[in-house]
């Protein structure tokens, strides 16, 4: 029973080509939030949706953008990507965001930048 | 300083081992802590949270020193089906109720 899905699991985009990356999730969690890793990395959060309210961390860069169209989807959006861009994109959800609230991660999106 | 600092290593153990891990983080207001598990291009996986009185879950034991601001976990009788990424993770302090990771210590078990 799939919980948080991620499409497509392999995406491949050209230097510059906009793209985007889909989560769905099947739990109606009000939290959802997507991280950056890169390879021997520790993820990086980019952001989260709490309900529709849009929290973006200090340091992600303008080229990420998100959208929420309803609890069970969120999308990310790579308006740019370049060469740096190339990493595993994981979507997570929790059902709050207090401190004991458990998030569970889709499988991710590994995006190639050519 | 990272937050949430962990050796890489990798750690090379042969099966039936007993292997720990360490992790220190650099908040003392954090709250809340974890060891996830990662299998190579797979997604983090929650495999314990981490209770301030030492929690034991089958094989795993993990323990918190609040004091020492470190958290460790302990295998014992190691599997093949061990060998992964474990990250220590912290929730709380500056990130706020976002969680924290560490750089991951990779674990692998030989026959």
């Known amino acids: 029973d799939a919980m948080v899905i991620q499409n497509p699991r392999y995406q491949v985009t050209q230097f510059g080509k906009p793209v985007t990356l889909s989560c769905s999730q099947t739990?109606?969690?009000?939290?959802m939030y997507w991280y950056q890793q890169k390879s021997s990395q520790a993820p990086k959060l980019l952001f989260h949706y709490y309900d529709k309210d849009f929290n973006n961390e200090a340091d992600t860069p303008d080229n990420f953008q998100s959208r929420r169209p309803n609890t069970s989807f969120c999308f990310l959006d790579i308006r740019s990507p370049g060469l740096g861009d190339a990493a595993m994109y994981l979507c997570a959800t929790s059902r709050d965001r207090g401190t004991i609230n458990e998030q569970y991660f889709g499988p991710g999106t590994r995006l190639t930048v050519t | 300083r990272k937050e949430v600092e962990q050796d890489p290593g990798p750690f090379n153990v042969p099966e039936g081992a007993t292997v720990a891990f360490n992790c220190t983080y650099s908040?003392?207001?954090?709250?809340?802590f974890f060891w996830y598990r990662q299998d190579c291009r797979k997604e983090p996986k929650l495999l314990m949270s981490v209770y301030s009185s030492g929690n034991e879950d089958g094989r795993f034991t993990a323990q918190l020193n609040r004091a020492s601001q470190y958290i460790s976990l302990l295998i014992r009788d190691s599997k093949l089906s061990d060998s992964a990424t474990y990250l220590c993770v912290v929730k709380g302090g500056n990130a706020g109720n976002m969680l924290t990771f560490g750089g991951g210590t990779r674990l692998m078990v030989k026959p």
């Open positions: 739990l109606n969690h009000n939290v």
């Open positions: 908040n003392s207001a954090s709250q809340s």
